[in-house]
């Protein structure tokens, strides 16, 4: 089984946390499967991170997920994605994102949009920042770690919404949700590449 503490994405500056994952989990990963896990919940924040092996350098694979304005592609539930601005210093990449989603879970329909703070760290890491938008809280992590002969994408997501809706609906919805776009977002990568 995985150890959660030692998944959690670092922040900025410190260096990427290498997963430990059984042989099975790693089997697994090679395979195609989407490892999903709950996070270190926060404060009532659903977490959730999942992991999955792309067929593709890290080279191969950064242009893409760096390109915010194609992740309506990665995922579908995300409707609209762009850059206001970026700003590049000799080690990272600062942007400002304006993204819109939406999402259908149970009865209900919900528009949500956010405005982020997005740091990159070339080839190893994209960390992602709530400003403002329809949550009280949102925070997510792309790092990604050399593996085998490819590339190990792990994703970590911390939300917690306006709305009084428990943590861990909110939860369950993205532990449901992450393997499948975690699934489009290789194909698109690979088919991309």
């Not at 067929?55 to 850059?83: D, G």
């Not at 259908?104 to 949009?113: I, K």
């Not at 994408?153 to 369950?172: C, H, M, N």
Request: net charge positive; glycine share 6%.
């Amino acid at each position: 089984m995985i150890q959660l503490n030692q998944h959690r994405m670092p922040s900025l500056g410190q260096p990427p946390v290498v997963p430990e994952f059984s042989p099975v989990q790693q089997v697994a990963l090679l395979k195609g499967d989407i490892l999903v896990e709950p996070g270190v919940n926060v404060k009532g924040r659903a977490a959730v991170i999942a992991h999955m092996y792309v067929p593709l350098s890290r080279a191969q694979i950064w242009p893409q997920v760096t390109s915010y304005h194609r992740w309506p592609q990665f995922f579908p539930n995300i409707i609209h994605s762009e850059v206001l601005e970026t700003v590049k210093t000799s080690s990272h990449r600062y942007r400002r994102l304006y993204q819109v989603g939406r999402k259908g879970f149970m009865a209900l329909s919900a528009q949500v949009e956010v405005y982020l703070k997005v740091f990159e760290t070339t080839c190893d890491r994209i960390q992602f920042h709530l400003e403002k938008g329809t949550f009280s809280h949102f925070s997510a992590h792309l790092a990604l770690q050399d593996l085998h002969q490819g590339t190990l994408l792990s994703y970590s997501v911390e939300a917690a919404p306006t709305l009084p809706v428990p943590s861990f609906l909110i939860e369950q919805a993205m532990k449901l949700d992450l393997p499948g776009n975690m699934g489009q977002m290789r194909q698109v990568l690979c088919r991309e590449a």
